[in-house]
């Protein structure tokens, strides 16, 4: 995907599959809600195991994908991350008009910045 395909996909795109790696150092995989703000992945967490994870082990993979066959498109993005007790204004307006909510659930929030991103989109799902 050029720059702007992959801006307009992760913009129709609010869930991706997220791995941090557990105490055992095993992958931990889990559907969460993120939004894309700059060059990174911001996300939300409650204080459970995906937070002890980041916090002992600062770096995660993510993956969005839809579609199926002709249609298919996935971004993937592996990198370091950074938790945050209080996120910029910014951020959170951009998360309350993406997701309904200024998620003031979130025990904290951490950003993901990219080291490394693939992006794929299938010949049929080019627009």
Do not use: K
């Amino acid at each position: 995907m050029d720059a702007a395909e992959l801006a307009a996909f992760l913009a129709e795109r609010h869930w991706c599959v997220l791995a941090t790696t557990s105490a055992q150092g095993h992958a931990q995989a889990r559907p969460v809600a993120f939004t894309a703000l700059g060059a990174s992945f911001w996300f939300a967490t409650v204080a459970g195991a995906r937070l002890r994870n980041l916090r002992r082990t600062p770096w995660a993979s993510l993956v969005v994908a839809a579609g199926e066959g002709d249609q298919h498109r996935a971004v993937a993005a592996d990198g370091p991350t950074t938790i945050v007790a209080r996120p910029p204004e910014e951020l959170l307006a951009a998360w309350q008009e993406r997701h309904g909510s200024r998620a003031d659930w979130a025990a904290a929030w951490f950003e993901l910045q990219p080291a490394r991103l693939f992006s794929y989109a299938a010949e049929g799902a080019r627009r």
